[in-house]
């Protein structure tokens, strides 16, 4: 077996499009995902890469370089918006794994659990994708994870960054999550809230997103129409807001407990986003 730690992405890209390889960042998930009997040709590390943990600002646009750990992130000085994502990289796993993991291992694993998925849907993330052989596309992340453990990756390509449009002049941001305790868990229920209030406290533009109650993270748009316009205090949820989701029943709790925390975790989310906490 080799291992490739490449720092020019020319390189790091030939090697991918070579067959039976892993490509790891962080790594923290490489064993936990291993086959019995089983093992890859070679590993493909990509933190070494030019770029590659770096955020930048251009125009309002954010680039997340994809092996920008969580422990970068939640230190890193960035608007109001992104402090459900800042909250999020506090609670992915240890703080050693928020040390190594990475953001775009954190995406590529496709786990319906991934803690980062539900903050960057609701900030509209995309994510940028390169191969040797077609070059760079960019795709919205909400169309990159497509299902349990399936992504819109091809065999020959490499996330190289996550890419965060500009987001509305005053915009505040939440991360609520639910666990069987405090840390090191797998979550029951998440929500991320990015939203945006007028100068009379009216909501004029909101994302909200679900993770851990379908087989991909979600966002609510019918919840979010609905909001628009409205005071925080004048805000009531019912069921049909929550029609999209599909929660399972398992060990951490029953699809209708999950429901029912969901809820409550939307306006705690939204409260925290526009200050009513």
Not at 106 to 121: E, F, K, R, V, Y
């Amino acid at each position: 077996m080799t291992y490739y730690s490449p720092t020019k992405l020319g390189l790091a890209l030939e090697i991918a499009a070579q067959p039976f390889g892993k490509i790891i960042a962080g790594g923290t998930d490489v064993y936990p995902a291993a086959k019995r009997g089983i093992s890859p040709k070679f590993f493909l590390d990509l933190t070494r890469l030019d770029g590659f943990a770096e955020i930048t600002e251009h125009e309002g646009l954010h680039r997340i370089g994809a092996a920008t750990t969580w422990s970068q992130i939640a230190k890193f000085d960035l608007p109001p918006a992104f402090d459900a994502l800042k909250q999020t990289a506090k609670e992915v796993g240890s703080v050693q794994i928020q040390n190594t993991g990475t953001i775009a291992g954190n995406i590529c694993n496709a786990s319906p659990a991934a803690d980062g998925i539900p903050s960057l849907l609701a900030l509209d993330a995309k994510v940028e994708l390169a191969s040797a052989a077609r070059g760079t596309r960019v795709l919205a992340l909400s169309e990159f994870i497509q299902g349990v453990r399936k992504t819109a990756l091809a065999e020959d390509e490499l996330m190289t960054a996550i890419l965060i449009p500009p987001v509305p002049v005053g915009a505040g941001s939440a991360f609520e999550k639910l666990g069987s305790r405090r840390y090191l868990v797998i979550s029951i229920s998440m929500v991320a809230a990015v939203i945006t209030c007028d100068d009379e406290r009216r909501i004029v533009d909101a994302r909200v997103a679900v993770g851990s109650c379908s087989p991909v993270a979600q966002r609510l748009p019918e919840l979010e129409h609905d909001i628009i316009g409205k005071k925080v205090q004048e805000i009531k949820l019912t069921e049909r807001h929550f029609a999209p989701l599909s929660p399972i029943d398992d060990v951490r709790g029953s699809r209708l407990y999950r429901l029912d925390v969901v809820a409550e975790q939307c306006v705690r989310a939204i409260k925290r986003a526009t200050r009513h906490e």
